[in-house]
């Protein structure tokens, strides 16, 4: 933590705790869903103790029930900071303009700075395809999810004539399961006939590829990944921007950029829980990457 901490405040010029002119009494970190809370403040735990350290402040760590409640306590200040998905910046872009900053993304182990939304069932259901889900249960994750909604809602009517995300036509029943997790357990326990995930694509099945949520469940031991079957895949998508509240003052939002900038280089371990999987770490990201994502959001879905 030393070396992380002298690198950060070397580079914005800081000696803790400057903060307190700019009224900063403590710092709070969003955590979308995905996982159950405790997992992902248990994630999150070690960049709470870098914060506190290079800010010189109390930090906290709020793992809403669902994705909007991470969106509201940005749009209302009651939250400093998020990892966000495409679709939910796209959401809070929309609300307002002004409200955060994208300021960081997360980079593949092959340098890349995409993923999929992956859909799947289990392996000894006879599903292996889209094809086999008519009439059938499929589970989404959360409506302001990228990979567990709006990339699926969009792409998936495109595999074939007559699919739709509304229940009864194609699907039997179209329902949300509240977050990843959750879509991942309902499938590899049957409650569900299939669903989709995130996931970046790259390494093995086996292991729940490189990360993403199969990999969280797979480290979690909630899945064995020899149970479960790849249905469908999506384009790749832009990973989701690390946002800062823009109304926070300028060395506070420099402070933090480069924290979680040089975290993996300092601790791979904690980039690891942070990243949700194996990464190279973190690099800078604007608005323009996500314009995409903010005009399928407005077309598909509204603000």
């Known amino acids: 933590m030393k070396t992380l901490l002298a690198a950060v405040l070397a580079t914005t010029a800081l000696v803790t ?28 735990s ?14 906290k760590l709020f793992a809403p029930a669902d994705y909007n409640g991470v969106i509201q306590g ?11 998905g ?15 900053e994208p300021v960081l993304i997360k980079v593949n182990v092959d340098g890349s700075v995409g993923y999929h939304s992956i859909g799947f069932a289990r392996a000894d259901s006879g599903i292996t395809s889209l094809d086999d889900m008519e009439g059938k249960q499929f589970g989404f994750g959360d409506p302001n999810s990228t990979s567990g909604y709006l990339i699926p809602s969009i792409e998936i009517p495109q595999y074939k004539d007559g699919i739709t995300m509304e229940s009864g036509v194609y699907f039997g029943e179209v329902k949300f399961t509240g977050g990843h997790e959750q879509t991942i357990v309902a499938v590899n326990n049957g409650d569900i006939d ?23 469940a797979v480290d979690a031991g909630l899945v ?60 800078p990201v604007t608005h323009a990457t996500y ?13």
Do not use: H
């Open 17 to 44: 705790p400057a903060f307190a002119d700019d009224a900063i009494t403590e710092f709070r970190i969003g955590i979308l869903g995905g996982e159950n809370a405790q997992d992902r403040m248990n994630s999150y």
């Open 46 to 59: 070690c960049l709470q103790d870098y914060t506190t350290e290079a800010l010189g402040v109390e930090t």
């Open 74 to 84: 940005l749009l209302g200040g009651t939250i400093d900071m998020a990892w966000l």
């Open 86 to 100: 495409a679709s939910a910046y796209a959401g809070t872009y929309l609300q307002d303009a002004d409200a955060v």
């Open 194 to 216: 299939g669903g989709v995930t995130w996931a970046d694509g790259q390494g093995e099945w086996i292991d729940g590829y490189n990360s993403g949520a199969l990999r969280k």
């Open 224 to 283: 064995d990944m020899n149970d479960l079957v790849q249905i469908w895949k999506s384009k790749v998508i832009p990973e989701g921007p690390i946002v800062l509240r823009s109304a926070l003052p300028a060395d506070v939002k420099a402070t933090m950029t480069d924290l979680v900038d040089g975290l993996y280089e300092a601790d791979p371990e904690c980039a690891y829980g942070v990243a949700s999987g194996d990464t190279l770490g973190f690099q």
């Open 291 to 303: 314009e995409s994502i903010v005009e399928a959001r407005k077309s598909k879905i509204g603000g």
